[in-house]
T-cell receptor, first 115, second 113 residues
Framework: DAGVIQSPRHEVTEMGQEVTLRCKPISGHNSLFWYRQTMMRGLELLIY????????DSGMPEDRFSAKMPNASFSTLKIQPSEPRDSAVYFCASRSSGLNTGELFFGEGSRLTVL | AQTVTQSQPEMSVQEAETVTLSCTYDTSESDYYLFWYKQPPSRQMILVIR??????QNATENRFSVNFQKAAKSFSLKISDSQLGDAAMYFC??????????FGQGTRLTINP
């Protein structure tokens, strides 16, 4: 089975540009999570969805960040406009609540650099 | 609120020796899960071991085992017979039911040949 698929793997952009990160969860998983990893703050949860519905977006830093999950197999995280402090690795993870094991399955991450 | 604390930013161990990574947590729930994830330089997050809070028996996975002390809210990871491939960042994480996972700050483990 394919794991969680994220794209792009690397993104370099200039301040002020729009950035869109994409995620395809594992088929059959009904929960999806976006995390951000930086040296200073570690792994922070930005938002998560259950059955395509946003449940907790309290970790989204500000209005420049938005996330959508239009269907069970696709999610996007958008930053507009981007700033240098948004530089980080962004992870998408998914889970099946039916398995009742609690673990998250992570993608390989998208490394974002904002110049 | 859930919190996870890893007090050891860095650890090192000689190859073939045993090392223990510490983790403490706080939660008001009685039903929860604890995890150790490994992040090698490839940055892929890999599940190492999982513990259900209702189970008294400590989880083991080959050379990896945990010491789960529920009353003390402590969850340490022991790696036996350390191998060069064990070098990575290790994250302790806490999850409550179908909710999010909260991660500790991580411990960087170096294996000395």
């Amino acid at each position: 089975d394919a794991g969680v698929i994220q794209s792009p793997r690397h993104e370099v952009t200039e301040m002020g540009q729009e950035v869109t990160l994409r995620c395809k969860p594992i088929s059959g998983h009904n929960s999806l999570f976006w995390y951000r990893q930086t040296m200073m703050r570690g792994l922070e949860l930005l938002i998560y969805f259950n059955n395509n519905v946003p449940i907790d977006d309290s970790g989204m830093p500000e209005d420049r960040f938005s996330a959508k999950m239009p269907n069970a197999s696709f999610s996007t995280l958008k930053i507009q406009p981007s700033e240098p402090r948004d530089s980080a690795v962004y992870f998408c993870a998914s889970r099946s609540s039916g398995l009742n094991t609690g673990e998250l399955f992570f993608g390989e991450g998208s490394r974002l650099t904002v110049l | 609120a859930q919190t996870v604390t890893q007090s050891q930013p860095e650890m090192s161990v000689q190859e073939a020796e045993t090392v223990t990574l510490s983790c403490t947590y706080d939660t008001s729930e009685s039903d929860y899960y604890l995890f150790w994830y490994k992040q090698p330089p490839s940055r892929q997050m890999i599940l190492v071991i999982r513990q259900e809070a209702y189970k008294q028996q400590n989880a083991t996975e080959n050379r990896f085992s945990v010491n789960f002390q529920k009353a003390a809210k402590s969850f340490s990871l022991k790696i036996s017979d350390s191998q060069l491939g064990d070098a990575a960042m290790y994250f302790c994480a806490l999850g409550e039911g179908a909710q999010k996972l909260v991660f500790g700050q991580g411990t960087r483990l170096t294996i000395n040949p």
